[in-house]
């Protein structure tokens, strides 16, 4: 069975940081691609950010130049770090990962507020 979990969110006002966490556990193929999606209230799940094995990453327009993915292969972790928040980073974000067989996984997501 295979536990992804995702830790480090919380409230954080305006400007400040976060960084987030996912651990991913179990019975893994090996593992392609990591990511981060989130969803904000009464909106679509969105991809903020992706990093492949090899370390090629992606961002959303939204968050390029605040927002910054990495992984530990060796640990299958990876992580987000987040300056600069907004109000409108306030969501629910997921971890999310893809096998090299194409098969993925989420974890059940964790909070980050962003407000004064």
């Known amino acids: 069975q295979v536990q992804v979990v995702e830790s480090g969110g919380g409230l954080v006002q305006p400007g400040g940081s976060l960084r987030l966490s996912c651990a991913a556990s179990?019975?893994?193929?090996?593992?392609?691609?990591m990511g981060w999606y989130r969803q904000a209230p009464e909106k679509q799940r969105e991809l903020v950010a992706w990093?492949?094995?090899?370390?090629?990453?992606y961002y959303v327009d939204s968050v390029k130049g605040r927002f910054t993915i990495s992984r530990d292969n060796a640990k299958n972790k990876e992580y987000l770090q987040m300056n600069s928040l907004k109000t409108e980073d306030t969501a629910v974000y997921y971890c999310?990962?893809?096998?090299?067989?194409?098969?993925?996984?989420w974890g059940k997501g964790t909070q980050v507020a962003v407000s004064s």
């Open positions: 999310y990962l893809r096998t090299t067989k194409w098969v993925d996984y």
């Open positions: 179990g019975s893994i193929s090996s593992i392609q691609t």
């Open positions: 990093i492949t094995t090899g370390g090629n990453t």
